[in-house]
């Protein structure tokens, strides 16, 4: 009986010793070493260091890191808890809601109809969505009820503006004017996602009657616009806008772990979306939004500016086909002019009043903010997502970097810019 106890015992150690190994050492899977692509393996640890003393500081519950240079992946791990009331570990092939990180693979979509010349992109967006025909500014608005007077504007809004922000279109919930928030709730515009049964086209065409912040081009105001070309990419294709991007983008890049909403089968793999309560790690209540959108609900909104799911894997494929021009693994999405044009800086052609660089499918990083230091290269292009996901991709040094969290509602993070940092600062040809 006693010899039973022991080995129970031992047992017992032996299991609770590799669940604490489990949530508390990094889970790495690099394809080649870093040196062999000019990279410094000891440069690079400092990343570990600093997203392992994150976590210990209470600022994030965890992180996946990816970095790849000249196509090959040299630094992947995974780092803490994809959800700490569960005491679950995160892993490298977790998923996470990329929100904002949809943009440019519907920018993506957008690009691949031009080049089949099924429009120009300074055309009207009324020619194919004609709700939005006759355009116009708010005048008045009266808060107490949320009534307001119109006037036209100066001029359309073109599918360029859409992809650059410039359109004057709001975002609702999250829109940086009071205003427009109650405007947006009044009319019940969809902002983000929804577990409600909406279709992307009932909830376009609602946003289309609505006063725009603004002259189409006039400034750059972060929008729902590439809501609407979500909407545009059915119209032109004649196809739903998931299955456009499932069988044009995903498939063919074997994209697998990146959609709208989840099959069962992966429901196990979504980090849960955490915020802070007295310094302690819960899971993000429901408010205008369900976070459980992409495994729960209707299943049928299609937001082309914050809808989809995906892995650090499964980004940085995307990210890799751009770097390569365009192709990756013998298919090619677009040619390699129409990337040139994706990633030139388009708002300066626009209005040169706007102090920002955007192309048509990514932020970019100018001259001016490349000389300032700490965000790569000139011609980085970059963005993040609304549960704190960041990525950018270096032409000129052939670097993908992806930084992926699941929170929302929280202070005390700066895990985003001293990854990039680190990450050039690990360079070492």
């Known amino acids: 009986m006693k010899k039973l106890f022991v080995i129970l015992l031992s047992t ?3 299991t609770s010793c590799f669940k604490e190994q489990k949530t508390s050492q990094p889970q790495t ?12 393996e000891t440069r690079l640890s400092r990343i570990d260091s600093m997203l392992t003393q ?4 209470n600022n994030i519950p965890g992180a996946v890191a990816l970095i790849a240079r000249h196509g090959k992946i040299v630094y992947h791990k995974a780092f803490g808890m994809a959800n700490n009331s569960a005491q679950e570990a995160l892993q490298l092939d977790h998923i996470f809601r990329i929100a904002s990180q949809s943009k440019a693979i519907t920018s993506t979509a957008v690009m691949m109809l031009w080049e089949e010349g099924k429009f120009q992109l300074d055309d009207p967006i009324s020619k ?10 708010l005048e008045n608005f009266n808060p107490k009820d949320s009534s307001y007077t119109t006037k036209p504007a100066d001029n359309n809004i073109t599918i360029r503006h859409l992809i650059t ?3 004057g279109i709001g975002y609702g919930k999250i829109d940086s004017d009071p205003t427009f928030k109650k405007i947006y709730a009044k009319a019940g515009i969809v902002d983000l996602f929804t577990t409600e049964d909406i279709s992307i086209a009932d909830n376009i065409k609602k946003l289309a ?4 912040h603004h002259n189409p081009g006039e400034k750059f105001t972060y929008s729902e616009g590439l809501d609407v070309l979500g909407y545009f990419v059915e119209v032109v294709s004649k196809m739903p806008f998931d299955e456009f991007l499932r069988t044009r983008i995903f498939e063919p890049l ?3 772990d990146t959609q709208f909403y989840l099959p069962e089968s992966k429901y196990d793999r979504l980090v849960t979306v955490q915020t802070k309560e007295e310094d302690k790690w819960i899971n993000y209540p429901v408010t205008f939004y369900d976070t459980n959108y992409p495994k729960t609900g209707a299943k049928r909104f299609f937001s082309g500016g914050a809808g989809l799911s995906s892995t650090a894997k499964d980004y940085a494929t995307f990210l890799q086909m751009y770097l390569n021009q365009g192709e990756l693994n013998g298919v090619r999405l677009l040619s390699r002019t129409t990337v040139e044009t994706i990633l030139t800086d388009q708002i300066k052609y626009i209005s040169p009043d706007i102090k920002r660089a955007h192309g048509l499918a990514f932020g970019l990083v100018d001259t001016k903010k490349h000389h300032l230091g700490g965000s790569g290269s000139e011609g980085t292009f970059e963005w993040g997502g609304y549960f704190n996901t960041q990525y950018f991709a270096d032409p000129k040094e052939e670097i993908v970097g992806i930084l992926l969290k699941q929170t929302q509602s929280i202070s005390g993070d700066d ?3 001293k990854f990039k940092v680190l990450v050039n600062a690990a360079i070492a040809d």
Do not use: C, R
Request: glycine share 4%; hydrophobic share 45%.
């Open 415 to 417: 895990t985003a810019w």
């Open 128 to 137: 194919y969505i004609p709700e939005f025909e006759n355009a116009q500014l």
């Open 54 to 57: 994150a976590i210990k500081d």
């Open 29 to 40: 899977s690099p394809e080649v070493s870093a040196s062999s692509v000019g990279m410094s």
């Open 209 to 212: 009657k609505l006063p725009l």
């Open 254 to 256: 074997g994209m697998n």
């Open 165 to 167: 922000h410039t359109s």
């Open 12 to 14: 017992l150690l032996f």
